[in-house]
């Protein structure tokens, strides 16, 4: 047998007590991974997302079902280039036992790739590829926002409705704009609407001008758009600083107004978007939410606060049916896929592709408020075309 000396003896039960230390922390602390863009066109709306997350975990007394909750953060830049280096950040660096993110579509395929691969939690609060509430949908990833396609599709019923016959679309060169243009287009077309023309500029780019002389000179009856954040800022600014905005209605996904509206001023007034969330809800969960996130924050929240929020409820509610044991993988999955999410923007339940079914509002801009009108599509359900869970 091997002789072993005072010293090493010493090392060694250390190192094992310093490993039982680190199980006995691990066991009653979750570590919740944060990945969100802090800087760039999306920044603000990263800032949301956590703020709203933390605040449900504030509202608990700083714990889900009896853990503590520990969080890491990485900022993802809204760069899809780096988006699986820093979710292993997050996973292999930190050891992270949930992922939170992120806003950027091309980013979350990066983060969803790395779920699918270490089969890691991920709840995804914003970004909206149908890809990954589609054809990759899996067991361990969930979203507590919507599809490119849900708001989109709304959006193309209610303009036929108004008896608009064609339309122009103007976004970004990346999944969301694109699936978000399709949306548009599957919703206005069955409903006997063309879109005439599909403009778009490079993201996060926001030089407007060439494309806004061609839909002045294209004169469709409506344009459809989809920006979001300080891009949506400028796009919504410049729309009606090329006297466009009287002359051709202008239609969005709800990210075109929200979180945006003091920064846009009256060039945003009257205009009409559909969404998940609006102003003027009016139900005892949304007064109570906005009231709590204006107190802790010094700020008025949006969708994307809501989306940060409910991402920390769904994972209360994992927890709370594994009996706060993470370990419990099959009752955590379990009790995510059946909880019924008391959102702020009206309570929710996930399809089996893990997005929620959810009511889509029609809103219109009025003093710097985005109005419920009218419920634009109740209960809709993204179609998760190729999922199969
Ligand atoms: C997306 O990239 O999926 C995305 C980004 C910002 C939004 C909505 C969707 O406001």
Not at 11 to 17: D, K, P, V
Not at 86 to 97: F, G, S
Not at 230 to 256: C, E, H, S
Not at 367 to 382: P, Y
Request: hydrophobic share 45%; charged share 20%; net charge positive.
């Amino acid at each position: 047998m091997k002789n072993f000396s005072a010293s090493s003896l010493l090392t060694l039960s250390c190192a094992l007590l310093a490993a039982s230390t680190a199980q006995a922390q691990s066991s009653d602390t979750i570590k919740v991974g944060l990945m969100l863009p802090y800087t760039g066109t999306f920044a603000q709306l990263g800032v949301a997302i956590e703020n709203g997350f933390k605040l449900f975990v504030q509202e608990q007394g700083g714990a889900l079902a009896g853990k503590k909750i520990e969080f890491f953060k990485v900022d993802d830049e809204s760069e899809p280039s780096k988006g699986i280096e820093n979710a292993n950040k997050l996973v292999q660096r930190d050891k992270v036992d949930v992922l939170i993110g992120t806003v950027h579509s091309g980013v979350a395929m990066g983060m969803a790739k790395v779920a699918r691969d270490t089969k890691t939690l991920l709840i995804i609060p914003n970004a909206g590829a149908d890809a990954i509430t589609g054809a990759l949908c899996a067991p361990n990833i969930f979203r507590t926002s919507f599809t490119n396609w849900q708001p989109a599709y709304a959006m193309g019923l209610v303009a036929a409705e108004r008896k608009h016959k064609s339309a122009v679309t103007i976004t970004w060169k990346y999944a969301a704009g694109e699936e978000s243009v399709k949306g548009f287009k599957e919703g206005f077309e069955a409903k006997g609407g063309k879109v005439t023309k599909e403009l778009s500029v490079p993201f996060p780019t926001v030089e407007f001008q060439a494309l806004l002389a061609e839909i002045a000179a294209a004169k469709p009856d409506a344009v459809y758009t989809f920006f979001a954040g300080a891009g949506a800022v400028k796009f919504v600014k410049d729309y009606a600083a090329a006297g466009l905005k009287d002359k051709i209605p202008l239609y969005g996904a709800g990210f075109l107004t929200d979180g945006t509206l003091d920064a846009q001023g009256d060039a945003a007034s009257g205009l009409l978007t559909t969404l998940h969330y609006a102003d003027g809800l009016d139900t005892p969960k949304d007064r109570s939410f906005r009231l709590s996130y204006a107190k802790t924050y010094k700020l008025q929240p949006d969708v994307y606060a809501v989306q940060g929020y409910d991402a920390a409820q769904m994972l209360a509610a994992g927890l709370k049916a594994a009996g706060g044991d993470f370990s419990k993988r099959e009752a955590l999955i379990k009790g995510m896929e059946l909880a019924k999410i008391d959102s702020p923007r009206g309570a929710f339940t996930l399809s089996k592709a893990h997005n929620p079914v959810q009511d889509i509002y029609l809103r219109k801009v009025e003093n710097k408020e985005n109005k419920m009108v009218s419920v634009a599509a109740k209960g809709l359900a993204d179609p998760a075309r190729g999922c199969r869970m």
